[in-house]
């Protein structure tokens, strides 16, 4: 039986200062400070609506390693190559949050509005796809509706996203990739941060943070059922800051990774929905997940809760036997991309609360080393095309 610090975190919620924010609070305001790594780890291994114009596009294909993020601060995507930065931006939409790119070039993007279809190689909209669900008047920030996580379907057919209904629970869309529409639509949990696919296909993940759950729909039925994933408890409900946030699927079994204050790693099977909870090392509050073909974790800590007991933003990577080494960033971030040789980590700058800033962190795996690369505006979603 594995002891863990802490006990009784689960109490720790927002304080009554400010009930409005409070109701709506979960996610930890990151601040600066040092962490020390622990044992060094080798290498990483509806009909669509005219879209936008481009803004300061290129028409050159991307090279091998560029990488694509959404502006959460804007209406754009912007493509950075690692060494020189921001190379272009096309206007996709207000506030875009997720994203995801398939082996055909395009890239969906989950905005405010609606769902946008990119051509990478292009470096130009192809449509914006409006949600079926009503998410409310289009707005910016932390909680507005529409698309957040996203996620693309094994074969390239479908494009599942979640879908923010503020002050209730979310949907996941279902979109056909040929026919550029919305074909389902499937009730969720609250606030749908993160969507996943199964290595198969067959079924479909949304973490859904105010409901401290992940919603499992199968691809065939579409039939929804809910998973509680609250390791420290539900205790404080909306004004809770533990609850979960971004998932990954390990490519060994198919089971569920979900990272919680780099104290406690939820990992859930999703055939039987029992959760069982491994310790980890960074101890500060995490979001952003991905995983590598070996089963590798990489997950982001953007900062402490209580800044006299936690440690400050990090990036976690966590070796399939359970080693970690946790890698100082300076500031919050909030999602993660590995590069295709596994020895690179670029890590967004945006964040979803305050202290987020418009660049990327760039981290060799091998040595440590970490710089700033300035691109996009509060830049959140990533992928390395």
Known sequence: MTTFRRPFRAARVLLPAGVAAALLAGCAQGSGGAVSATSPAPPVGASPTAAPSTAGSSTAVPAPG?????????????????????????????????????????????????????????????????YETDSGPVTTGEYRGGGMGVALAPDGRRV?????????????????????RVTDTVPVGRRPFDVDVS?????????????????IVPAGTLEPRRVEVAPYGTEGGLGSWLKPHYTAVRPSDGKLLLPFEGERLAVVDPRTGRTTIEPMTANTHQHGATVTADGTLLTVGTGPIDPAEDRGPSLTVRRPGGAERVYPLEGPHETVAVSKDGRTAYVTGGFTRDGSWDG???VDLDTGDTRRLAAGSRPLGIVVL
């Open 199 to 215: 290595r198969d296909g067959a079924e479909v993940y949304a973490t859904n943070h105010d409901s401290f759950d992940v919603t």
């Open 66 to 130: 560029t990488l694509l993020v959404t502006d959460f601060g804007s209406d754009t995507v912007t493509f950075v190559d690692p060494a020189r930065g921001a190379t272009g931006s096309v206007k996709v939409g207000t506030a875009p949050y997720g994203l995801v790119a398939g082996e055909d070039g395009r890239a969906w993007v989950a905005t405010a509005e609606g769902v946008a279809v990119v051509d990478t190689a292009a470096r130009k909209p192809l449509a914006l796809l409006p």
């Open 360 to 362: 990327l962190s760039v």
């Open 160 to 180: 599942y996203v979640g879908v923010n209904v503020p002050g209730g629970n979310g949907t996941l869309e279902v979109i056909d990739t040929a026919a550029l």
